[in-house]
Nanobody, 117 residues
Framework: QVQLVESGGGLVQPGGSLRLSCAAS????????MGWYRQAPENKRELVAV???????NLVGSVKGRFTISRDNAKKKVDLQMNSLKPEDTAVYYC???????????WGQGTQVTVSP
């Protein structure tokens, strides 16, 4: 059974930093593309960052230069380092795992990030 558990969310002031982590189990982690998505109230869920099984990364334009995605295959986890946070980064952040061969996709339960003075 695939399980993705996010941690690290919270309340932070504008300009601050947070590090989100996603621990995976029940999958062959190293072959999966891993991503972070976010969903703000009344908005659609959007891709924030993805790291492929071979380590290539892609980040949405609004977070480039501020966020970094990384993975540790030995520990089966993917992190999202978020710096210079802005109020518009406020959302529930979800971890995503996608098998590039089968397109099988799994989601975590989400973690709330709130950026506010």
């Amino acid at each position: 059974q695939v399980q993705l558990v996010e941690s690290g969310g919270g309340l932070v002031q504008p300009g601050g930093s947070l590090r989100l982590s996603c621990a995976a189990s029940g999958i062959s982690f190293s072959v999966y593309d891993m991503g972070w998505y976010r969903q703000a109230p009344e908005n659609k869920r959007e891709l924030v960052a993805v790291i492929t099984s071979d380590g290539n990364t892609n980040l949405v334009g609004s977070v480039k230069g501020r966020f970094t995605i990384s993975r540790d295959n030995a520990k089966k986890k993917v992190d999202l380092q978020m710096n210079s946070l802005k109020p518009e980064d406020t959302a529930v952040y979800y971890c995503n795992a996608r098998n590039p061969f089968t397109s099988l996709t799994s989601w975590g339960q989400g973690t709330q990030v709130t950026v506010s003075p």
